[in-house]
């Protein structure tokens, strides 16, 4: 065969490869639908049952003794500490009364060895904490150190609690590559509140914990605007907050008369002061955890068993957020590999560059690169391959993992849709007003920075129950600083 046959033929046989793997990652609007119908009764199911145990396989919906929606006009200062998959942030947060605040904070990156190094302990870590909070408070805030009074900090924590009060919660399990076992069942508030004490201070009170998607959904209705009448008379309506960044999660507010599983004296106190709503958080990560219907692949498997701290769990997480769409590439290349589809210079695995045979090695963010590479020869996917994985390609391997990127990035919008649609569907928001729409406050980095993300949450939303009409009185917005000011909202009626 001549050098050009061998390299059409080569070309055809990786293209057929790749045309199958993203056959298999299309989700069509059927599918959506079914999941969406799958989720509602997975919500129904799991505000009925009381087990938010580390075995429970249901989807969570943890009551968060959140019962009302702030307007806009609170007002105050408080601290906030938010521990996320990548930074832990310290801020205190002025809260202006006119829908706007004022923020000053200090970010660290969370130290590799608390991801990556089993002999760390929960001591380490929550004195990890404090230590950070105090160099805050000694930079920021060196008058709180003389403070007599109690000063309140409100605490986002981003990982799945049993909450049984506004300011306490048992951790239930780690996600997003945290593994720290004796930090399993314990009050996270007390462990932060001991190692605050320790630090000297003492007059720092932990006196709410927030997830971050209640975080968001709060801040969201605490500055949106639009709530109450826009200057064309339509109504706008805070639904519900979601995270789509290193992990993904949303939380909504439930009728307390739906809740099920609080136990029925709360319950009753609850709705004798006239409360109606709780707001849930719903652990969305984990819905499906059976995988009865979540669009499964062979790279899907590997990555749940193989290489992620919490196997069985959060699968839904595991197709959708952003520490994952990066490691289904590199499964999915690897694969390509081994059947001698792709990189065919390399004689062996062992040959590849190392960083493509690391696992998590290969982010999201260079996903957001080659997405949207319209370069000639895709130049810009190549440097970036080139510079984060040391990986050099042909033009031809280069068009195979650009349309395996969109593929996956499509995916995993399409499956962000379902539980907005659920969510919309099962609290009847749509139908609340005559030309009622209604607004979902977003926050985390793929949905924030994946170039084309919220159109493709669109396009399934349009696909899914709820069509193009209901499509069309979504709004998703960006909560920016959404876990701070939510957790700061929340101490403020603890
Ligand atoms: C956690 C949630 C969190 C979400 C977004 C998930 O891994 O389980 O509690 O809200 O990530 O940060």
Redesign the pocket.
Request: charged letters at 15%; a negative charge.
């Given at each position: 065969m001549s050098f050009d046959k061998v390299h059409q033929e080569k070309q055809r046989r990786l293209s057929k490869a790749v045309e199958e793997v993203c056959d298999e990652l299309t989700l069509t609007s059927e599918k959506i639908c079914e999941l969406t119908h799958f989720f509602i009764e997975s919500m129904e199911k799991g505000l009925g049952e009381s087990k938010e145990d580390a075995s429970y396989r249901g989807l969570p919906m943890i009551p968060t003794y959140v019962t009302g929606k702030p307007n806009g006009t609170e007002s105050g200062v408080l601290l906030a500490a938010d521990l996320?998959?990548t930074n832990f942030r310290i801020c205190s947060v002025d809260l202006q009364g006119n829908h706007k605040f004022a923020l000053q904070q200090m970010k660290s990156k969370i130290p590799d060895e608390f991801l990556e190094d089993d002999t760390v302990t929960s001591d380490d870590l929550f004195g990890y904490l404090a230590r950070r909070t105090l160099a805050f408070v000694k930079k920021y805030h060196p008058e709180y150190l003389q403070n007599k009074e109690e000063l309140k900090l409100g605490f986002t924590f981003?990982?799945?609690v049993d909450q049984k009060s506004l300011a306490s919660g048992t951790l239930i399990r780690w996600?997003?590559g945290f593994k720290i076992k004796d930090t399993l069942g314990k009050d996270v508030v007390q462990l932060y509140q001991e190692s605050l004490e320790e630090q000297g201070l003492s007059m720092v009170r932990v006196v709410a914990l927030a997830?971050?998607?209640v975080g968001t959904f709060l801040s969201h209705c605490y500055c949106s605007e639009n709530t109450g009448s826009l200057t064309s008379g339509e109504i706008v309506e805070p639904v519900m907050g979601c995270?789509f960044?290193?992990?993904?999660?949303g939380a909504y507010m439930e009728k307390i008369e739906n809740i099920k599983k609080l136990p029925e004296e709360v319950r009753q106190e609850l709705l004798q002061s006239g409360k109606t709503h709780m707001c849930i958080?719903t652990?969305w990560?984990s819905f499906d955890n059976d995988l009865k219907h979540l669009p499964t692949t062979k790279y899907d498997i590997d990555i749940d068993q193989k290489f992620s701290s919490n196997p069985g769990f959060?699968l839904f997480?595991k197709r959708v957020?952003g520490m994952f769409l990066g490691e289904i590439l590199r499964n999915v290349l690897l694969d390509l590999f081994n059947k001698r589809f792709i990189f065919t210079q390399y004689t062996a695995e062992e040959k590849l560059p190392h960083r493509l045979k690391t696992p998590f090695e290969l982010s999201s963010e260079v996903l957001s690169h080659i997405e949207i590479d319209d370069s000639s020869q895709l130049r810009e996917t190549e440097l970036s391959l080139l510079q984060s994985m040391r990986l050099p390609t042909t033009y031809d391997e280069r068009i195979a993992i650009q349309n395996l990127v969109r593929a996956i990035s499509r995916r995993s919008a399409y499956l962000a849709a379902v539980p907005i649609a659920a969510i919309l569907m099962k609290t009847g928001a749509l139908n609340q007003r005559y030309h009622g729409e209604v607004e979902i406050g977003c926050d985390?980095s793929v949905v924030e920075y994946y170039p084309g993300f919220r159109s493709m949450i669109r396009h399934a939303l349009a696909l899914s129950p709820i069509g193009p009409e209901g499509e069309r009185k979504t709004h998703l917005c960006i909560a920016k600083d959404g876990s701070g000011v939510g957790a700061a909202l929340c101490a403020l009626v603890a």
């Open positions: 996320g998959g981003s990982y799945p996600t997003k997830n971050d998607t995270i960044g290193t992990g993904t999660n958080n652990e990560g959060h997480e957020s985390g």
